[in-house]
């Protein structure tokens, strides 16, 4: 029986054992994924784990893991590489290869907004594994300026290297301006996952803004409430799991990498 992961912390809420397990039955796989918790400081042992159980084919990373595993022996692949955010790992031959399907998935899952989003601003919340892939994605369809709202602002500043120009670190402090000024408004954080919490204000949102909130357990976050509550756009994260799940398992039986 193949055998396949999600490493990260916290996952209890994560409904992807639920998708590939019937993913995996259309397909006529016999083949099995499971939760596996895992903090940073787990994540060498697990790995040495995983490479000595010749029944995996590989795992999922998801916060706070996405950035991490670059630490280690692993070869990087497309958007992975270019990004340094890795959400999709195969194992082949006892190594490691690292891909990215956050942005696919992501990509894939705002086709919707494209005629409102693009030549628009967007503000992102969070710089960690999820922003890279959100901001890369947004690069692509051809957004306005981003703004990176982070509350530790030195995380926002180091997405420059990465992006350059194309991003604005914003301090939290200012969130207010910025969210005021953009059109799209993506929370990539996990402040949400209680159902209660939210970085934004009631009053910073109006009819004319698109929110999206990556968290899709809770169906619907506050962030999402306030938007709903406001008139605007709303969209939580599973279609993006779902069409993540999809190129996963394309990744891992063989096809085209992201």
């Known amino acids: 029986m193949d055998r396949f992961y999600l490493l990260g912390f916290p996952i209890s ?9 019937r993913l995996f039955k259309l397909m006529g796989e016999d083949a099995e994924y499971s939760l596996l918790e895992t903090r940073r400081e787990e994540l060498k042992s697990r790995i040495s784990k995983i490479l000595n159980d010749k029944d995996v084919r590989g795992f999922n990373l998801t916060q706070p893991l996405k950035e991490e595993i670059i ?3 692993i070869y990087l692949t497309g958007v ?27 990509k894939r899952s705002i086709i919707p907004f494209l005629e409102y989003i693009k030549g628009r601003d967007a503000v992102i919340f969070g710089a960690g594994g999820a922003s890279r892939s959100v901001i890369k994605a947004l690069i692509d369809v051809g957004v306005g300026d981003i703004f990176v709202v982070n509350r530790t602002y030195r995380r926002a500043l180091e997405l420059k290297k990465v992006f350059h120009e194309r991003i604005i670190p914003v301090k939290f402090c200012e969130a207010e301006d910025v969210v005021e ?25 109006d ?6 909130d990556l968290i899709y357990n809770p169906k619907e976050t506050e962030f999402l409430k306030i938007g709903r509550k406001k008139g605007a756009k709303v969209k939580n994260g599973f279609t993006m799991l779902y069409f993540q799940c999809i190129d996963n398992i394309r990744i891992w039986y063989g096809g085209e990498g992201c």
């Open 13 to 21: 809420h994560s409904f992807s054992p639920k998708i590939y397990r």
């Open 71 to 73: 630490r280690f022996d």
């Open 80 to 106: 992975a590489r270019e990004i340094g955010s890795v959400n999709c790992v195969k194992v082949k031959d006892g190594r490691l290869y690292g891909f990215n399907t956050d942005y696919s998935g992501f």
């Open 181 to 205: 000024r953009g059109k799209f408004i993506v929370n990539a954080t996990t402040v949400g996952l209680n159902g209660k919490d939210t970085l934004i204000k009631e009053s910073w949102i």
């Open 207 to 212: 009819e004319d803004k698109i929110l999206y």
